[in-house]
């Protein structure tokens, strides 16, 4: 048997309808069966996923089924790269879809560059209506259209990359605190992981190439206006956690939460009075874009300030 | 693995036509499909009748909702249930003509830029025989939709990656005109075509929901023309989407008043489109000529008024083609003249 180039990795938690999109996905690449597998991590699910998996058993002598107990998008990526077998491990979101030529601009990566970990942006699609205001671009991430190493501040997106397996087993994979755990909004700990990898070695290299692009899920959920600001006060909590941060100012940062929220305020008021109508069509494009990205920043700062408060 | 096509069909108390329906179906050329039936909470004979084709034919998938939830709600869930790469209307009381498939999947692998494709259908029930000969370009598809719906639902293929990019689901808010909304807002994102062959039987109930629940539909119309008018850039009030839902259902009235405010609101489109270059200008002026000429047609109005009208406006005037346009606004009016017997 030839060796698997990549391992790809899909961990799924009762999402069983959409998981069929994305397991379809991935066999249907332009790549050689020979060169990789795919490794399905049901995290316990428990809806009829064991039943859509198993249709796919039974027809490809490449796809493994793995059962992983204990609940937590850490633990089911962790077991993922512990079964892998290919040099690069490659994880794909279960409500995600690889575009066809996938597989084959990743082995291009892998090949010619061979960097640390490589990865692509994620464009949105739905399976719902979505509201007038909702730009595509809420539900995309892209990190500009062309191939290069990303600068230190940059991370890969943990829907879309391709890790080498030795550097997950050396740095014992993805920290179990961080990340979804269930039905319970957690983020980072790819971002964890990325970080520690370049604080071992300064030279590695993450590498973003735009086409190894999939499209991503965009659920009804995540397109109503008002759990925005959540979603982000909670992604800032996290960014705040994955940076090892040390004791602060706690009056500094009580300046700094007061400074955002009187500018949030104000900014309510002026969006509603003028806005530049070919920037923020409507006045949900406002809010989302001008407004609700201030919580980002308030929550990291309410959490540095948690922790600041802890280590004292 | 995946078939090649999704043919999706909801049904609620469809049990006198169903059987004919289903068959057309299942005996189609083009045989690499799944027919995915939504049974939107019928309590007539339908669910025994779709459990009968569900034995007999694997093709067939039957899904049952416990209430009437509204045929946007149902589409949405078949499309999400579908797996093929083209997504196929059907109506629960419409025939498809045999190669139907074949020669619509044909089309869609041929043009892969068209997202949505519908056919020409002719019109069953108890009416006369009549044909609904649509345009079959882009441009003047949506030219058309400007007006009035330019597609016949249950004659459609949709590609079901376009679906999926574009977030064109049906909006489950509304309930008739659904069609309409949902091409309103694909125009903007995919390539429009109708096939100019007649391909469907459609069934036309006299008390079918496009006679019951007139208010309704307009307030659906209502969205879709703004919506439509928006990349135009120019103001209008309620009473022109009045008018302009008057002229899209040829409602014409019989005054020189309602004449005259026509041509001002359909000059207004024009112009406003010569402007924004939204619609190819020669192909929009078509389309406002004829509606404007079938607004004389109908027009009651004195004819020295009347004559006035044509020649005043520059519109264009789709009678006596051939003659100058003076002439043809005195002959037009000359006719109507006799037509009504005033000499």
């Known amino acids: 048997m030839s060796k698997i180039k990549i391992s790809v990795v899909i961990c799924t938690y009762n999402r069983a309808e959409l998981l069929r999109g994305a397991i379809q996905s991935v066999l249907g690449q332009e790549y050689p069966v020979k060169d990789y597998e795919l490794i399905i991590v049901d995290n316990n699910s428990t809806d009829f996923t064991h039943i859509v998996v198993e249709e796919f058993l039974s027809q490809y002598a490449h796809v493994r089924y793995i059962l992983e107990t204990n609940v937590g998008l850490s633990h089911a990526r962790n077991r993922g790269w512990q079964e892998a077998r290919g040099e690069y491990v490659g994880y794909l979101d279960d409500d995600a879809k690889a575009s066809l030529g996938w597989l084959s601009a990743a082995e291009d990566v892998a090949r010619n560059i061979h960097p640390e970990a490589f990865g692509g942006p994620f464009y949105a699609f739905y399976n719902s209506t979505k509201p007038v205001w909702f730009k595509d671009e809420y539900g995309s991430h892209v990190q500009g259209d062309v191939a290069r190493p990303l600068l230190n501040h940059e991370y890969l997106d943990g829907g879309n990359m391709f890790i080498r397996r030795e550097l997950l087993s050396c740095h014992g994979g993805f920290h179990i605190d961080l990340g979804m755990k269930g039905t319970k909004i957690a983020y980072g700990e790819e971002t964890h992981f990325f970080k520690q990898l370049r604080a071992d070695d300064k030279n590695s290299v993450l590498f973003y190439d735009p086409a190894i692009y999939i499209y991503h899920l965009v659920r009804k959920d995540k397109m109503n206006l008002w759990a925005v600001p959540k979603r982000f006060y909670f992604s800032g909590v996290y960014s705040a956690r994955v940076n090892n941060l040390q004791k602060q100012n706690r009056a500094g940062l009580v300046f700094q939460i007061l400074n955002i929220s009187i500018r949030v305020f104000l900014f309510f008021f002026r969006g509603l009075v003028v806005r530049d109508k070919a920037k923020y069509p409507y006045f949900e494009n406002y809010l989302y874009e001008s407004l609700f990205f201030n919580f980002l920043e308030l929550g990291s700062l309410f959490e540095r300030f948690r922790i600041s408060s802890e280590i004292e | ?343």
Request: hydrophobic residues 40%.
């Open chain 2, 1 to 343: 693995m995946n078939p090649r096509v999704s043919v999706l069909m909801s049904v609620y108390n469809g049990e006198q036509y169903l059987e004919e329906s289903v068959e057309s179906i299942l005996n189609q050329t083009f045989t690499d499909f799944e027919f995915i039936i939504i049974d939107d909470g019928s309590f007539d004979s339908s669910p025994n009748l779709l459990a009968r084709y569900r034995q007999c034919d694997p093709r067939v998938l039957i899904h049952r909702f416990d209430g009437n939830r509204g045929l946007s709600a149902a589409l949405n869930f078949g499309i999400n249930l579908a797996r093929g790469e083209y997504i196929v209307r059907m109506d629960a009381d419409d025939i498809s003509l045999q190669n139907r498939l074949q020669e619509q999947v044909a089309f869609m692998d041929a043009n892969p830029g068209v997202g949505v494709c519908g056919t020409w259908v002719e019109l069953i029930g108890n009416i006369e025989r009549q044909i609904w000969r649509y345009p079959t370009r882009h441009a003047d598809i949506h030219a058309c939709m400007l007006f009035a719906n330019t597609l016949v639902h249950p004659s459609v293929i949709m590609r079901a990656v376009s679906i999926e990019k574009y977030a064109l689901y049906y909006d489950e808010n509304i309930r008739y005109a659904q069609d309409y909304e949902l091409w309103g807002r694909a125009l903007a994102c995919v390539q429009f075509a109708n096939l100019d062959q007649i391909l469907l039987q459609h069934r036309i109930h006299t008390e079918g929901a496009g006679v019951k629940h007139r208010e309704a539909q307009y307030k659906t119309h209502e969205m879709v023309y703004r919506r439509l008018f928006s990349p135009f850039g120019f103001e209008y009030s309620d009473d022109d989407l009045r008018l302009h839902q008057q002229i899209g259902a040829y409602q014409y009235g019989n005054d020189i008043e309602f004449l005259r405010r026509t041509r001002k609101w359909l000059e207004t489109i024009s112009r406003a489109n010569r402007q924004s270059g939204h619609i190819p200008p020669d192909i929009l002026d078509r389309e406002l000529g004829a509606r404007w000429t079938q607004a004389c047609q109908f027009s009651q109005a004195a004819p020295l008024p009347l004559c006035f009208e044509i020649i005043a406006s520059p519109l264009r005037f789709c009678e006596k083609a051939g003659l100058p346009k003076l002439w043809r606004g005195i002959r037009f009016c000359l006719d109507k003249m006799v037509s009504v017997k005033i000499f």
